[in-house]
């Protein structure tokens, strides 16, 4: 008998935990990933600070899971545009959908449409060389000496602490030489970390704000005063510490400086020419566990503005989208249709289905729980008896040729060749054309297991 045949779509860490659930099921079965990009790993490539080589290493298992039998992996295949959700769902006994939150939230506030005013996850997918931001470091005006960043989250701290890195520790990464250069030049002096409430409501973890202190020659601001005594909660209580330690500490002559502004939120964005020139913050304060707005406001100058308050996923094709929650509606992982029933086959598993919060390793414990009712649900009936032969024949049929694992290693082979030309580990491949063509010379097997 033929293996139950699932679809994954999106190779990042919910798509892989969802495909490595499966293949350690107790189902026979065999997974085709797909993703929209050439290259696999979704955010771990494209999201995770390329200064944070340690998380990056999760690759190293990741890749695994796509090495093994029974596993195809096809690149540069948009769902919902090369194949549809449906024929997924036809030519499939099931499909996951793990498509992430790729889209950053407004402020929605006015004058966010002035140039210069920029969303932190196109900045971040810019210096990570995302192929669809290639072309993107003109919009973001970073001869600006003063920059504002909205968002008291993880990566709202990303971005901060890459716009004050020297130049000397920008080079360790794998940012695209072209980025490197931008970033290593620019004008920045001062970054402006606007959180809306105080120091002990921050979504930054311990871990990523004691890395401030590594760095010698960045100055941090921030008043002390504003500072509980302490927490309760052992992960608050981490932060106000490193806060503590941050506020009594003396930077000499501090090449840029980190400024925190807590209890402040943006309530206009000002400008000149039609460019951000200055962003009026409103002081907030905390009233019967709300934050309300007091009304005193100044103007703080900026001459670029990164929005980082939170992502929300897109829909994918014909798949059930919830407009106001940001994703896909489901129940324990099994996609919700409009009539309040389960979608026979639908899958969702990671930020689509919970949300985007949770660090890399959160996934896992989500796709499990995904897989878990899918194997329940495909249990009960036999495999549909499709081989990967007609979904390969109704690609082809399109013209659209997978980019296939091997392919990816190819890509990865080459972007580790370029950066050791220059002194470096990796760097990355920030464009398509040359993705598909390095990726090309394997395009012939559509994966690395049988399926
Ligand atoms: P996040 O952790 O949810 O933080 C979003 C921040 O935006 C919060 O401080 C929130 O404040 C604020 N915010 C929301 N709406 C706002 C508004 N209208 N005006 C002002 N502020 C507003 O989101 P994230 O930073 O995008 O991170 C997403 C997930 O990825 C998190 O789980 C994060 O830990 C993870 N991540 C981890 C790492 C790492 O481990 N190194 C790196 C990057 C990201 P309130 O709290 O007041 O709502």
């Given amino acids: 008998m033929n293996p139950y045949r699932v679809a994954v779509v999106g190779s990042g860490p919910a798509g892989v935990y969802t495909t490595d659930a499966l293949v350690r099921s107790a189902l026979d079965v065999s997974v085709d990933v797909y993703d929209r990009l050439p290259t696999p790993y979704g955010l771990v ?16 298992a990741l890749r695994k899971v796509l090495e093994r039998d029974g596993v195809r992996f096809l690149g540069d295949v948009h769902v919902g545009r090369d194949v549809t959700t449906r024929e997924l769902a036809e030519l499939y006994d099931a499909v996951v959908f793990a498509t992430g939150a790729s889209v950053g939230r407004r402020l929605a506030v006015p004058g966010e449409e002035l140039a210069g005013v920029c969303s932190a996850t196109d900045f971040v997918a810019w210096y990570s060389g995302h192929p669809d931001h290639a072309h993107a470091g003109e919009s973001f005006p970073l001869e600006a000496e003063s920059v504002v960043v909205v968002g008291a989250g993880n990566v709202a701290l990303d971005v901060a602490r890459l716009l004050v890195k020297s130049a000397a520790d920008l080079a360790r990464t794998d940012m695209p030489p072209h980025v490197l250069d931008r970033l290593a030049h620019s004008g920045v002096r001062d970054v402006h970390l606007v959180c809306r409430r105080g120091p002990q409501h921050a979504k ?15 100055g941090t601001e921030l008043d002390a005063g ?15 510490k490193v806060f503590a330690d941050l506020a009594s500490r003396e930077v000499p002559a501090g090449r840029r400086t980190l400024h925190f502004h807590f209890w402040s939120r943006p309530v206009e964005l000002l400008g000149e020419g039609g460019a951000v020139s200055a962003v009026r913050l409103e002081r907030t304060r905390e009233a019967g566990g709300a934050v309300v707005a007091t009304g005193e406001v100044t103007d703080l100058r900026a001459g670029m503005v990164l929005r980082s308050v939170g992502y929300h996923s897109t829909p994918v094709g014909a798949l059930p989208f919830d407009e106001d929650l940001g994703r896909v509606p489901h129940d324990a992982g099994r996609v919700i249709g409009p009539d309040g029933r389960a ?30 009712g899918l194997v329940t649900d495909l249990a009960a009936r036999p495999p549909r008896g499709a081989g990967p032969d007609e979904v390969d024949r109704v690609l082809a049929g399109r013209g659209v040729r997978p980019v296939t694992y091997d392919g990816w290693l190819s890509i990865d082979a080459e972007e580790e060749s370029r950066g050791q030309g220059l002194g470096r580990a990796r760097t990355k491949i920030p464009d398509w054309e040359t993705l598909r063509h390095v990726a090309a010379a394997h395009a012939d097997r559509p994966g690395r297991g049988a399926a």
Avoid: M
Wanted: charged fraction near 20%; include cysteine.
């Fill in 204 to 218: 930054f973890t311990a871990k990523e704000l004691r890395e401030l202190l590594e760095l010698h020659d960045v």
């Fill in 226 to 240: 504003l500072l509980p005594a302490g927490s309760q909660d052992p992960l608050t209580a981490a932060n106000l």
């Fill in 343 to 372: 979608l026979d086959g639908h899958y969702v598993a990671g930020w689509a289905k919970r949300g985007p919060s949770g660090v890399v390793g959160t996934n896992r414990a989500c796709a499990a729980g995904t897989v878990a």
């Fill in 45 to 60: 490539r494209y999201g995770v600070a390329p200064d944070h080589p340690r998380i990056k290493s999760i690759v190293v």
